[in-house]
Nanobody, 127 residues
């Protein structure tokens, strides 16, 4: 089992920045690809960004490309999501997710590809 805890959400004005963190605990000796998803009010959970086990490969939703950056520090068992140039449409609950994998370079973008989820952190962007 892996436990994921997100932090760093909050209220920010449009154009501002936030950095989300996701700390993993438990069976962190295993190998996990990581992802960030979000769920806007009244909508389904959607993909935001993903990183491979090594962190060497990343992938983004078109809606956040060029504004968000996913990174990971495997020495701290933590993955980050740096969000710049935030827009009101970025308002959502943000979730991190982990998927066990033996592939160093693989990343995943579908909700059903992930094994573990955090509890979510609210991000609200005001106009």
């Amino acid at each position: 089992q892996v436990q994921l805890v997100e932090s760093g959400g909050g209220l920010v004005q449009a154009g501002g920045s936030l950095r989300l963190s996701c700390a993993a605990s438990g069976r962190t000796g295993s190998r996990y690809a990581m992802g960030w998803f979000r769920q806007p009010p009244g909508n389904e959970r959607e993909f935001v960004a993903a990183t491979s086990l090594s962190g060497g490969r990343t992938y983004y939703a078109d809606s956040v490309k060029g504004r968000f950056t996913i990174s990971r520090d495997n020495t701290k068992n933590t993955v980050y999501l740096q969000m710049n140039s935030l827009k009101p449409e970025d308002t959502a609950v943000y979730y991190c997710a982990a998927r066990g994998t033996s592939s160093i370079g693989s990343y995943y973008s579908r909700v059903n590809e992930y094994d573990y989820w955090g509890q979510g952190t609210q991000v609200t962007v005001s106009s």
